[in-house]
């Protein structure tokens, strides 16, 4: 099986930062990686997709890169909606895992 | 507008049993693919079960095989997940999502609610 690990696990950051968080995975997996946004109570939202394309009505400050084993999620600017977990997940192969997830805390 | 929803979440004993709905509207229900996805309290997301559109093909985690039965009526626009012989550790909020295609590189777009699953005697 395929497994995920993202960093860092928390980041504290202001309004305005520019933030990046990175999702591993064991082996390759080209480039069907996605990452969805939940807040607390709440389902997660799709973000990104094919590790960079970006899903209709999310704002452009997020952008995604990456292929094979290394990806990472920016969010150019950060607002005060952003404040959330975000999860990687993986669309290679089955089990479809998500990685452990990044939560973003206001500093 | 995309509309999935969830019921039959609750209370239940360890080694009983549950069964999970979640009925979509919105969108050609027989098109696509649907996952299950649980959350533990405070925990993050895993990865449960997916069935084909047409329901002729399933995956379930090795958490889960020989337990848990994931089916739909397409008549009824409706996903099922059948949760069998619980334990503690199967507590959990179940997210039924959207998924562009089985065993493809699809992302889950739409996701439900959740249903909240509790094991405890």
Known sequence: DIQLTQSPSFLSASVGDRVTITCRASQGISSYLAWYQQKPGKAPKLLIYAASTLQSGVPSRFSGSGSGTEFTLTISSLQPEDFATYYCQQLNSYPRAFGPGTKVDIK | ?121
Do not use: H
């Not at chain 2, 996952?35 to 925990?43: H, S």
């Not at chain 2, 562009?100 to 777009?109: I, K, M, N, R």
């Open chain 2, 1 to 121: 507008e995309v509309q999935l929803v969830e019921s039959g979440g609750g209370l239940v004993q360890p080694g009983g049993s549950l069964r999970l709905s979640c009925t979509a509207s919105g969108f050609t229900f027989s098109s696509y693919a649907m996952d299950w996805v649980r959350q533990a309290p405070g925990k993050g997301l895993e990865y449960v079960s997916a069935i084909s559109s047409d329901g002729g093909s399933a995956y379930y985690a090795d958490s889960v095989k020989g337990r848990f039965t994931i089916s739909r009526d397409n008549s009824k626009n409706t996903l099922y997940l059948q949760l069998g012989s619980l334990r503690a550790e199967d507590m959990a909020v179940y997210y039924c999502a959207r998924d562009g295609g089985y065993s493809s590189a699809y992302p889950l777009d739409y996701w439900g609610q959740g249903a909240l699953v509790t094991v405890s005697s």
